[in-house]
């Protein structure tokens, strides 16, 4: 095998990340890049920890707009000529979801850490396949990690450690619930609505968020029965889902996912023994966003304790780069990356499964050999291709 010495046009070693910023790259000049990333990448060069060097699209012309637009020293078309010219420590990934296996890869093998807009990729497969690439350096990295920007900020911060520390007793019962409304002209987008170029419908492309941020506060789930259809939009997904999950604390959620709600809303409650903890919001939360109602008979003491948030950081892309920024220089593993970032798409996977085949699913039985491993509709009859479901009168 030839060696970078011997072969020019292999991708050399990084240097360190001590003592320098962090050169980062945006690929996809849409509006997640340019609306989330680029900003977020911007406030952080801002401070001195990162500098964006250039932006990779296929389309030429959006590459140079937004190269334009934001003051980015250089534009691409070719992701892999960008990676051998520019040499980026982060690569952030803001394209429809069946590019994002081989764009983590390719960065990843050029030394490059990456950050991969939801769903990091369409199946388990291909997540394992990335999952090979990483630490190709070493232990510290690089590595993959996903946006669940809704993990991070105060409000999330403080509900997770008041459930780590039972301070509100043992969690009972849970509902999530990502319910939106997306029309006709949404589904016009020719990769929108189709399992080869979405994956899924709103569990993958929608609610997997509120999902994440579920498994984030309660922990591993360990079965789940779900149910599926098609009740309104010409697509190849479905359009609404539901589900009853168990968690591995013995723990019950709902889980629902549906972008044909016109009040829209995305929401998380938690039971527990001694208080209700709630989450109210749509694209992103605050403090205020928060409430804890305790029970009757809670100390004052300790209902003020649990609804003292702290100085409020909302939940945003920002707050999480900052914490993959800490990672990366220290060489360890983010949050939401690895087998912490698999976890939500498991359940999904599980959640179709589920609604497909009419069964229970239970966590870590979807591997190898299993249809629902490599596709998540696992070819099931009538949903890949097929009308929609028609709804009696």
Known sequence: MPTPATN??????????????IRAAVVGAGAIGRGSHFPALARLAEEGETEVVAVVDIDATAAESFRAEAGIPHAYTDLEQMLREQRPDLVTICTPPTLHRAQTVAALRAGAWVWCE??????????????EEEGAEGAGGPYASIVFQHRFGSGTRHVRRL???????????AHCQTTWYRDTAYYAVPWR???????GGPAMGHGIHQMDLLLDLLGPWSEVKAMAGRLVHDVETEDVSTALVRFENGALATVVNSVLSPDEVSRIRIDCERATVELT??????ND???????????????????DFGPDVPSSHLEQLRELVVSMRAGERPRSSGTDGRTSLELITALYKSAFTDTTVRAGEIGPGDPYYTALHGGAPGWAPAAREEVPA
């Open 8 to 21: 020019p046009g292999a991708f050399q070693p990084l240097p360190p990340l001590t003592g320098r910023r």
């Open 118 to 131: 939801k769903p990091p990729v369409p199946t388990l497969a291909d997540f394992d396949a990335v999952e």
């Open 163 to 173: 459930l780590a520390e039972r301070a509100m007793g043992r969690p009972l019962v």
């Open 193 to 199: 609505g189709r399992w080869a170029s979405e994956g």
């Open 281 to 286: 919001h749509l694209y992103g939360h605050s």
């Open 289 to 307: 966003n928060w409430r804890v109602t305790p029970a009757p008979d809670v100390s004052g003491e300790d209902a003020a304790a649990w609804q």
